[in-house]
């Protein structure tokens, strides 16, 4: 179920502010985009109305930060854009304890990193190499993998 609201439409495209709810009614998504672009920031919330993830968008792509909460509110993931196309993705503990950053250099991981455990080359390989996996199936279980190996 959704809404859009047009900001303003011509010749030259659109703008608009998309906003999807659950079926309770309850708003799960906000975010504005710009011929079929996202533009803006972005927010999608738990049912119960506390805020899951909020992130700026420009141009098709991320542009800054993205925040994804636990519904307690504490930072569960933080990815930090560059305009280079580098980021970094870091992981915490629900308690808001540092889990371990995983660097992209724009085309691929570039490095994983754990928090409170030192990986050898050996670990840190078979850790890069499972997390690429995880990204091409998209799966939504990268932040369970960071927390089983940097624990």
């Known amino acids: 179920m959704g809404k859009i609201t047009f900001k303003n439409s011509d010749e030259k495209g659109y703008e608009a502010i998309m906003k999807g709810y659950y079926e309770s009614g309850k708003l799960k998504t906000e975010m504005t985009v710009k011929n079929d672009c996202l533009d ?8 119960s109305g ?21 519904e307690s509110g504490n930072v569960k993931n933080e990815l930090t854009a560059s305009e280079d196309g580098q980021y970094d993705d870091k992981f915490y503990t629900e308690d808001g304890n540092l ?5 992209y250099n724009g085309k691929a991981i570039e490095s994983v990193k754990c928090a409170k455990k030192k990986l050898n080359d050996k670990e840190a390989k078979e850790i890069r190499e499972k ?10 279980d990268e932040h369970d993998f960071i927390k089983k190996h940097c624990k």
Do not use: H, P, T
Not at 40 to 47: D, H, R, T, V
Not at 99 to 103: A, H, I, K, N, S
Not at 131 to 140: G, M, T, V
């Open 50 to 70: 506390k805020l899951k993830m909020e992130g700026s968008y420009k141009d098709c792509g991320r542009d800054g930060v993205m925040k994804i909460y636990y």
């Open 131 to 140: 997390f690429i996996q995880l990204k091409l199936r998209q799966q939504d």
């Open 99 to 103: 889990l371990g950053v995983v660097r």
């Open 40 to 47: 803006g920031i972005a927010k999608e919330y738990y049912e």
